[in-house]
């Protein structure tokens, strides 16, 4: 009896989840119901005369029995805590180069960091529509834009950051794979809990479609729509060349940009000369380049064959936001470019738009 | 011939006192006075007791104060941690948003503050973050900053004086550096690794590392995602760790781990968010809970004495209670970050 009473406590301790473990993103055993739970809703005082105070929820009583509104409860953890990803504006840990960069929060729920304003990406409770959105989403008007409008707060195992693929996202899969790649996979993280820009990038699992952009343009929509449409222009499978149909927008579904015969004008290019001029050579230049999408486990291919590269969302935004408007990011990358941040290692759009564009007289003055 | 009767019954049947005879007398006495007593001791027994209750029921921390920046007008934007100068009566709290710390009275008034530079990317000095803090034994700050992976050690008014730097792995501010901090009665300094990386550095008190210890790791015994180091008085280091098997762990001077208790499970005595600890000069382990909104109270073996706070702004509650610090007789600093205030309670 004893040798089994043993037993199972050996089995239970085995199974307690370790303290907060990251890594597995709130999925399974990681969290414990309680931390976000409160039991009873009447948990509301403490009990002074007792001795013992039970763990009161703020306010409330919450939906679902939280003990903290949602921003609220999330923010406990993911706000200015060292041991856990920090997500709204200055990170905890002193991180520089967060690869979704930072959360700002509207008037009147906290104060944001000299440097991030409500603009500058998404703001947590905001009930403004999401810039181009056609009411496919709209924040809550009295709770407003919350983390769970976009992750899953218990985890889903296969989605990179526990993004949603319920709802409005319905059927939108991001996946990624961990330490080693799977260029099947959506996104790429060079080892587990990898948070940084220089730990994280993007495969090109259908090289006419990217799935990123296409989960994000479910509140984002009239940005980037497919290839012929008002949004974009050109024409269904590609083309920029007058009198063809030019872009309007970079595309992000139904063409593949590298091997558009517009990059060059002379035709598909099929070697390294025929990228002198071209935008994508331009971009292998740089010394900091704004994340691309590749099909093959290399983001930076021989020069001969660039074309395999192509630009998506988190190519000229931060998913979270930075300091810059929009979440825009302003990487010049020329030689002497400094260390880029979250914000980039320029001081302006054009700087963006240089990574891979010639023209205008910033490019020769920048 | 009448029948016998008792002697307290009259023929007539009715009862009379029985006239004590002289012993009876005596004995009544002496009855009479040991029942006396009795109710006496009993009385007190009860007042005692009580007195007891009353007490055990009354919080184990009393708040004493609490303050919420250099002003109402300039309130703390990110406080980091907190730490208690016995040596001047001071309490240090360290501001990452604002860059700066400032050292207050017991009471709160704002004594003084200096802003905390560390040198950037390219050298320049650019504003710091400064979290963690302790006080040495010479009455100097030891700082711990986001920005850096060194401990500053600073005097009364903020000037560098030296540095306590972490050897590889740990230089890296992004992956690791100086998080928690703490000094043993005879000087020595421990500096605790922050992020996934658990290590404690040990220092002596010229500010010569002299050792290391720790595995990193979430098994009992090892360490990860430091978030509290203290010293009890017989000279053990307390962790609080967020990612380990234990939340609270205790080691030997030497890093051997002693004990474990606290696991990741709701109910008294298990943590959300182990965020900080302290220690009393009763040997009492104080631990925050940034998730629980509580301060639970353990003995020096580990067993659980109280839980003190709720969630709330008033006195003695807690909103994300993220810092403790004590003077490490009776007086706690308890910092919480979305309270955005410095409580100070005098310890029971």
């Not at chain 1, 990228?275 to 590749?294: C, D, H, L, P």
Request: hydrophobic share 35%; aromatic share 6%; charged share 15%.
């Amino acid at each position: 009896m004893k040798r089994l009473v043993l037993l199972l406590m050996v089995v239970y301790l085995g199974a307690l989840p370790a303290m907060a473990v990251a890594g597995d993103y709130h999925v399974g055993a990681t969290l414990v119901c309680t931390d976000c739970h409160s039991l009873h809703a009447s948990q509301s005082h403490d009990y002074p005369w007792l001795g013992q105070q039970p763990p009161a929820p703020v306010g409330g009583p919450h939906e679902y029995l939280l003990r903290q509104e949602p921003n609220a409860l999330c923010m406990s953890c993911h706000d200015g805590n060292t041991g856990v990803p920090d997500v709204v504006g200055v990170s905890a840990s002193g991180a520089t180069r967060r690869q979704a960069g930072a959360l700002t929060l509207a008037s009147g729920h906290g104060t944001n960091p000299t440097g991030y304003e409500e603009t500058d990406g998404h703001t947590l409770y905001s009930a403004l529509p999401p810039p181009g959105g056609t009411g496919t989403f709209v924040p809550d008007p009295v709770e407003g834009l919350e983390c769970i409008n976009c992750h899953a707060q218990h985890g889903i195992a296969t989605q990179y950051r526990n993004l949603l693929n319920r709802g409005i996202f319905g059927g939108k899969s991001l996946t990624y794979a961990a330490s080693t790649n799977d260029i099947t996979k959506d996104v790429f993280e060079r080892s587990a809990l990898a948070y940084t820009d220089q730990d994280v990038d993007f495969n090109e699992p259908d090289q006419k479609a990217s799935r990123y952009a296409n989960w994000c343009k479910t509140c984002h929509t009239n940005f980037h729509g497919t290839a012929g449409g008002p949004e974009v222009g050109g024409q269904s499978g590609g083309s920029s060349t007058e009198p063809d149909n030019p872009w309007v927008r970079h595309p992000n579904a139904d063409v593949n940009i590298g091997t558009d015969p517009g990059l060059s004008g002379t035709g598909a290019p099929t070697d390294s000369s025929s990228f002198v001029s071209s935008y994508v050579n331009r971009y292998y230049t740089r010394i900091n380049r704004v994340k691309v999408m590749a099909p093959n486990n290399n983001w930076l291919p021989a020069p001969t064959d660039p074309r395999v590269l192509t630009p998506s969302c988190f190519s000229c935004h931060k998913a979270h936001g930075n300091k810059n408007g929009f979440g825009l990011i302003f990487m010049n990358g020329s030689t002497g470019s400094p260390t880029p941040s979250e914000e980039g290692d320029g001081g302006q759009y054009k700087d963006l738009c240089l990574q891979c564009h010639s023209q205008g007289s910033y490019a020769l003055n920048p | 011939m009448h029948p016998a009767h008792p002697p307290n019954v009259t023929p007539h049947g009715r009862k009379t006192a029985v006239a004590p005879r002289r012993s009876d007398a005596r004995a009544a006495e002496v009855t009479a006075s040991a029942g006396g007593r009795w109710v006496a001791a009993s009385l007190l027994g009860l007042l005692v007791a009580l007195a007891a209750v009353a007490a055990a029921a009354q919080p184990t921390a009393k708040p004493y104060t609490a303050f919420y920046g250099r002003d109402l007008s300039v309130p703390f934007m990110m406080i980091g941690g907190v730490a208690v100068d016995s040596l001047h009566g001071e309490i240090l709290v360290s501001d990452n948003g604002r860059h700066e710390v400032a050292a207050f009275d017991t009471n709160g008034v704002l004594l003084g503050m200096f802003l905390h530079e560390v040198p950037g990317p390219d050298g320049a000095l650019i504003d710091g973050m400064p979290s963690q803090l302790a006080i040495d034994r010479r009455g100097r700050i030891l700082l711990s900053d986001q920005r850096v992976s060194w401990v500053d050690v600073l005097d009364v008014r903020g000037r560098p004086v030296a540095r306590l730097d972490l050897p590889a792995p740990d230089d890296d501010p992004l992956k690791s550096g100086a998080g928690a901090l703490a000094v043993r009665p005879d000087g020595t300094i421990l500096v605790a690794t922050r992020g996934d990386s658990g290590r404690v550095y040990v220092f002596d008190r010229d500010y010569r590392r002299i050792g290391a210890w720790g595995v990193p790791g979430a098994d009992s015994g090892q360490l990860s995602a430091i978030t509290g180091i203290a010293v009890t008085p017989d000279l053990r280091t307390v962790v609080t760790c967020l990612k380990t098997r234990y939340a609270v762990q205790i080691f030997d001077p030497a890093g051997a781990c002693l004990q474990g208790f606290g696991v990741h499970d709701h109910g008294p005595g298990n943590f959300s968010f182990p965020s900080g600890v302290t220690v009393t000069a009763d040997g009492r382990i104080w631990v925050s809970d940034g998730l629980r909104q509580v301060v639970q109270v353990f003995d020096s073996a580990g067993t659980l004495v109280e839980m003190v706070g709720g969630a709330g702004n008033g006195p003695g509650e807690f909103l994300n209670p993220c810092a403790l610090a004590s003077d490490g007789r009776e007086l706690l600093a308890v910092a919480e970050r979305v309270g955005n205030r410095i409580q100070v309670m005098r310890a029971r």
